[in-house]
């Protein structure tokens, strides 16, 4: 079992940044591709950004290329997503994720999920 927690969420203006941060705890964290999910209030859940456990490739949609960087900390089982030009679009309950196949976390099929984390940006 993994346990993923999130934390980093809150309100901010547009433009501004926020860090998110995933703490897992239980199994091997390292092991696991980490991912980024949103959810938008009458929307369904849609993929953010992952990184792989064993590469460190990181994986972004169009939309948040170049805005968002997602990097972990394997000694600190913590997974970060840096959110920089943050957008009115972007407000969205944030899921952090883990599965042991970057190809399975990039299709949106993960293992483990965290309780979700909101971020609201006021324009």
């Known amino acids: 079992q993994v346990q993923l927690v999130e934390s980093g969420g809150g309100l901010v203006q547009a433009g501004g940044s926020l860090r998110l941060s995933c703490a897992a705890s239980g199994r091997t964290f390292s092991s696991y591709a980490m991912g980024w999910f949103r959810q938008a209030p009458g929307k369904e859940r849609e993929f953010v950004a992952a990184?792989?456990?064993?590469?460190?490739?990181?994986y972004y949609t169009d939309s948040q290329k170049g805005r968002f960087t997602i990097s972990r900390d394997n000694a600190k089982n913590t997974v970060f997503l840096q959110m920089n030009s943050l957008k009115p679009e972007d407000t969205a309950v944030y899921y952090c994720?883990?599965?042991?196949?970057?190809?399975?976390?990039?299709?949106?099929?993960?293992?483990?999920w965290g309780q979700g984390n909101q971020v609201t940006v006021s324009s």
């Open positions: 990184i792989s456990w064993s590469t460190g490739n990181t």
């Open positions: 994720a883990a599965d042991q196949d970057i190809l399975r976390l990039l299709r949106g099929e993960y293992d483990y």
